[in-house]
C-alpha cells in the first residue's frame, strides 16, 4: 500500500506554468487518468499526480488527522508485562521514564521536520493561487492498494479561501477528502 498526493485544477489552468510551480516546490503536475475521480469532480476538471518519486508515503499532510493518530502504550500494562518478567518497581519506572524522554525528542524532530516540509506546501498552494487566473487547487489524499486508476469514493469534498491555509491545517487533512483551495 502506498500513499499518493494528487490534485485537481481547473481545465482552463495554465498547466505549463503551474507545473514549474511544482517543480520548484519538489512537486509535479503530471496529468493523470482516474475516471472514478473524474466524474466526482466534474468536466470542469482535470487531475494529476503531484509525486515525483515512488510515492508519498511519509508525507506529513494529514499525519495529524484523526484516523492516522498512532496508539499510544498503555504504561500500566507495559508495567505489568514487565513485572511478570521479574523487573524492580525501581526499574520499571526507570525504562518507562527513558521511553517516554526517547519518544518526546523523536516526536519533536518529527515534528520540527513535518512543520519544515508542510510550509513547502504551504508556499506551493499560495503561489499556485497567486498565478494569473488560477483561482483553485483541490489535494486529495489517497492510500492505494493497487493501481492508481483504481475507484476511489471522495468521502468530502471542503472548499478552502487562501486566509485559512495553514500548516496546521494541511496536518490534519483527511484521507479520500477533496481540499479545494480557492483564492
Known amino acids: 500500500m502506498c500513499r499518493f498526493i494528487t490534485a485537481t485544477l481547473p481545465i482552463a489552468a495554465d498547466i ?4 514549474a510551480i511544482a517543480r520548484r516546490h519538489g512537486r509535479q503536475l503530471q496529468p493523470m487518468a482516474n475516471v472514478s475521480i473524474e466524474r466526482q469532480i466534474g468536466p470542469g ?3 494529476f499526480l503531484t509525486t515525483l518519486g515512488h510515492c508519498d508515503c511519509g508525507t506529513p499532510l494529514g499525519r495529524r488527522a484523526p484516523e492516522r493518530s498512532r496508539r499510544e502504550p498503555d504504561p500500566a500494562e507495559a508495567a505489568q508485562r514487565l513485572r511478570r518478567k521479574g523487573w ?4 520499571i519506572e526507570r525504562a518507562q521514564a527513558q521511553q517516554q524522554a526517547k519518544r518526546g525528542a523523536v516526536d519533536e524532530v518529527d ?4 512543520r519544515e516540509a508542510l510550509a513547502v506546501w504551504v508556499a506551493f498552494l499560495g503561489e499556485v493561487l497567486a498565478y494569473g487566473s ?4 483541490g489535494l486529495l489524499l489517497h492510500d492505494y492498494d493497487g493501481a492508481l486508476s483504481a475507484d476511489i469514493a471522495l468521502l468530502d469534498r471542503e472548499a478552502v ?7 496546521d491545517l494541511l496536518e490534519r487533512m483527511r484521507e479520500d477528502v477533496l481540499y479545494e483551495f480557492r483564492r
Open 45 to 47: 476538471f482535470r487531475y
Open 88 to 91: 524492580s518497581e525501581a526499574k
Open 161 to 167: 479561501p487562501r486566509q485559512a491555509l495553514s500548516v
Open 16 to 19: 505549463a506554468a503551474l507545473d
Open 134 to 137: 488560477n483561482a483553485r487547487i
Open 111 to 114: 515534528a520540527v521536520a513535518a
